[in-house]
Protein backbone atom coordinates (compact mmCIF):
# COMPACT_ATOMS: atom_id res chain seq x y z
CA UNK A 1 0.00 0.00 0.00
CA UNK A 2 1.53 3.32 -0.93
CA UNK A 3 2.01 5.86 1.45
CA UNK A 4 2.77 9.70 1.46
CA UNK A 5 4.13 10.97 4.88
CA UNK A 6 4.76 15.05 4.80
CA UNK A 7 6.51 16.99 7.28
CA UNK A 8 9.02 19.83 7.59
CA UNK A 9 6.59 22.44 7.79
CA UNK A 10 5.97 25.26 10.02
CA UNK A 11 5.83 29.30 10.74
CA UNK A 12 8.48 31.15 9.29
CA UNK A 13 9.11 35.12 9.16
CA UNK A 14 8.83 36.17 5.03
CA UNK A 15 12.45 35.47 3.35
CA UNK A 16 12.99 32.39 5.69
CA UNK A 17 13.33 29.27 4.50
CA UNK A 18 11.75 25.53 4.85
CA UNK A 19 12.76 22.30 4.03
CA UNK A 20 9.77 19.99 3.43
CA UNK A 21 9.92 15.76 3.29
CA UNK A 22 7.90 13.26 1.94
CA UNK A 23 8.42 9.61 2.96
CA UNK A 24 7.43 7.52 0.84
CA UNK A 25 6.53 3.66 1.26
CA UNK A 26 4.89 0.93 -0.24
CA UNK A 27 6.47 0.92 -3.14
CA UNK A 28 9.95 0.68 -4.70
CA UNK A 29 12.19 3.97 -4.74
CA UNK A 30 13.52 4.89 -8.70
CA UNK A 31 9.65 4.10 -9.63
CA UNK A 32 7.40 7.46 -9.37
CA UNK A 33 6.87 10.79 -10.41
CA UNK A 34 6.51 12.52 -7.56
CA UNK A 35 5.30 16.18 -6.92
CA UNK A 36 4.62 18.86 -4.74
CA UNK A 37 1.20 20.98 -4.36
CA UNK A 38 -0.67 23.46 -2.34
CA UNK A 39 -3.69 24.69 -1.32
CA UNK A 40 -4.02 27.83 0.24
CA UNK A 41 -7.88 28.57 2.21
CA UNK A 42 -10.69 29.17 -0.18
CA UNK A 43 -8.55 28.24 -3.57
CA UNK A 44 -7.84 25.49 -5.70
CA UNK A 45 -4.36 22.78 -4.93
CA UNK A 46 -1.69 23.96 -7.18
CA UNK A 47 1.34 22.18 -8.62
CA UNK A 48 4.30 23.68 -6.91
CA UNK A 49 6.82 21.48 -8.57
CA UNK A 50 7.69 18.03 -9.96
CA UNK A 51 10.14 15.54 -10.14
CA UNK A 52 10.37 12.53 -13.11
CA UNK A 53 11.20 8.70 -11.77
CA UNK A 54 15.48 9.64 -12.29
CA UNK A 55 15.60 12.86 -11.10
CA UNK A 56 16.75 14.30 -14.45
CA UNK A 57 13.72 16.13 -15.32
CA UNK A 58 12.01 19.03 -12.47
CA UNK A 59 9.70 21.40 -13.45
CA UNK A 60 8.31 24.28 -11.44
CA UNK A 61 5.15 26.95 -11.09
CA UNK A 62 6.34 30.26 -12.38
CA UNK A 63 5.66 31.52 -8.63
CA UNK A 64 8.18 29.47 -6.88
CA UNK A 65 11.10 29.20 -10.07
CA UNK A 66 14.23 30.59 -8.42
CA UNK A 67 13.23 29.92 -4.80
CA UNK A 68 12.29 26.89 -4.45
CA UNK A 69 14.06 23.01 -4.92
CA UNK A 70 12.71 20.04 -5.35
CA UNK A 71 14.93 16.91 -4.76
CA UNK A 72 15.02 13.31 -4.08
CA UNK A 73 16.93 10.92 -2.18
CA UNK A 74 16.16 7.35 -3.79
CA UNK A 75 17.54 5.42 -1.48
CA UNK A 76 15.34 6.87 1.72
CA UNK A 77 12.63 6.95 -0.79
CA UNK A 78 12.16 10.27 0.48
CA UNK A 79 10.97 13.79 -1.46
CA UNK A 80 12.39 16.64 -0.67
CA UNK A 81 11.12 20.31 -0.95
CA UNK A 82 13.67 23.28 -0.25
CA UNK A 83 11.69 26.70 0.34
CA UNK A 84 13.99 29.78 0.55
CA UNK A 85 13.11 33.52 -0.21
CA UNK A 86 9.62 32.60 1.41
CA UNK A 87 6.33 34.75 0.92
CA UNK A 88 3.54 35.27 2.62
CA UNK A 89 1.66 33.99 -0.68
CA UNK A 90 3.64 30.61 -0.05
CA UNK A 91 1.46 29.90 2.67
CA UNK A 92 -0.68 26.98 2.35
CA UNK A 93 -1.21 23.12 3.02
CA UNK A 94 1.34 21.40 1.05
CA UNK A 95 1.32 18.17 -0.55
CA UNK A 96 3.16 15.88 -2.08
CA UNK A 97 1.84 13.29 -4.88
CA UNK A 98 2.93 10.38 -6.75
CA UNK A 99 2.13 8.37 -9.70
CA UNK A 100 3.84 5.64 -12.02
CA UNK A 101 2.90 6.36 -15.58
CA UNK A 102 6.19 8.34 -16.14
CA UNK A 103 7.38 11.93 -17.00
CA UNK A 104 5.02 13.74 -18.93
CA UNK A 105 5.29 16.05 -21.98
CA UNK A 106 4.91 19.17 -22.42
CA UNK A 107 6.55 19.17 -18.65
CA UNK A 108 3.73 21.50 -17.25
CA UNK A 109 1.71 18.40 -17.27
CA UNK A 110 3.74 17.35 -14.60
CA UNK A 111 1.81 20.07 -12.25
CA UNK A 112 -2.03 18.90 -13.14
CA UNK A 113 -2.98 17.17 -9.57
CA UNK A 114 -4.99 15.02 -12.24
CA UNK A 115 -2.12 12.78 -13.07
CA UNK A 116 -1.35 11.75 -9.73
CA UNK A 117 -3.03 9.01 -7.80
CA UNK A 118 -1.38 9.07 -4.29
CA UNK A 119 -1.25 11.80 -2.35
CA UNK A 120 0.22 12.47 1.79
CA UNK A 121 -1.78 13.92 4.19
CA UNK A 122 -0.52 17.58 4.27
CA UNK A 123 2.07 19.79 5.97
CA UNK A 124 1.14 23.50 7.08
CA UNK A 125 3.32 26.33 6.24
CA UNK A 126 2.86 29.83 7.18
CA UNK A 127 4.52 32.94 6.57
CA UNK A 128 4.35 35.98 8.37
CA UNK A 129 5.26 39.28 6.99
Known sequence: QVQLVESGGGSVQAGGSLRLSCAASGYPGRTATMGWFRQAPGKERVGVASISITGRDTYYADSVKGRFTI???NAKNTL???MNTLKPEDTAMYYCAA???GWSFPSSRNLDSNQYD???QGTQV???S
Open 80 to 82: YLQ
Open 99 to 101: HFR
Open 118 to 120: YWG
Open 71 to 73: SQD
Open 126 to 128: TVS
